[in-house]
Nanobody, 124 residues
Framework: QVQLVESGGGLAQAGGSLRLSCVASGRTFSNYAMGWFRQAPGKEREFVAYITWSGGMTLYTDSVKGRFTISRDNAKNTVYLQMNTLKPEDTAVYYC?????????????????WGQGTQVTVSS
């Protein structure tokens, strides 16, 4: 079991930026793809971004393409989500998650370890 701890959330104005971090415990971080999800009040958890174990491939949901960037530093057991040009509709709790071995995809059922989440609030 791996523990994931997110940080970097907070309050931002529309058009601003935030950088989320997710630190993983354990020695196997570099073996797995990672993802970011978010959940707004009253809505289902939705996929945001995905990155392979090497960082060689990334995926994004359409609403964040060109604004968000997922990256990772395997030496630091950390995955990042750089969020630029924030919009009020980006307001949500953001979660990082570890993908099941060999998985490429956006479904939450394809991820087996989740962090506790970090709140991002974007004011208009």
């Amino acid at each position: 079991q791996v523990q994931l701890v997110e940080s970097g959330g907070g309050l931002a104005q529309a058009g601003g930026s935030l950088r989320l971090s997710c630190v993983a415990s354990g020695r196997t971080f570099s073996n797995y793809a990672m993802g970011w999800f978010r959940q707004a009040p009253g809505k289902e958890r939705e996929f945001v971004a995905y990155i392979t174990w090497s960082g060689g491939m990334t995926l994004y949901t359409d609403s964040v393409k060109g604004r968000f960037t997922i990256s990772r530093d395997n030496a630091k057991n950390t995955v990042y989500l750089q969020m630029n040009t924030l919009k009020p509709e980006d307001t949500a709790v953001y979660y990082c998650a570890r993908a099941l071995a060999g998985v490429v995809g956006s479904g939450a059922q394809l991820y087996d370890n989740w962090g506790q989440g970090t709140q991002v609030t974007v004011s208009s």
